[in-house]
């Protein structure tokens, strides 16, 4: 069984700054990738950045420039660096772990945390 927890969410003025964080535990074999998605009211969730196995990092055009994302020493982590904010960034961010367990090595899944709610607001 795998575990995906984020955390670090809240409410924060446009112009500011705010670090997310996900640890993905449990049955782990291989991390194929670690990813942040957000989701606004009333629209879907969509990928905001990826940290890929191989070190390579992907990036909505949106948030390009403003938000970092990035791994921990233990590499089960993921920080989400978030600067600049504006409204529009206001959503719900889900970790997902893109991962391989001890139970099934040859079989790729996806595991998402519950989410934590980010508010740009003034």
């Known amino acids: 069984q795998v575990q995906v927890v984020e955390s670090g969410g809240g409410l924060v003025q446009p112009g500011g700054s705010l670090r997310l964080s996900c640890s993905a535990s449990g049955s782990i074999f291989e991390i194929s990738s670690l990813a942040w998605y957000r989701q606004a009211p009333g629209k879907q969730r969509n990928l905001v950045a990826a940290?890929?196995?191989?070190?390579?990092?992907n990036y909505a055009d949106s948030v390009k420039g403003r938000f970092t994302i990035s791994r921990g020493n233990a590499m089960n982590t993921v920080y989400l660096q978030m600067n600049s904010l504006k409204p529009e960034d206001t959503a719900v961010y889900y970790c997902n772990a893109r991962i391989s367990t001890l139970q099934a090595q040859n079989r790729v899944s996806d595991y998402w945390g519950k989410g934590t709610l980010v508010t740009v607001s003034s």
């Open positions: 940290s890929l196995s191989g070190g390579g990092t």
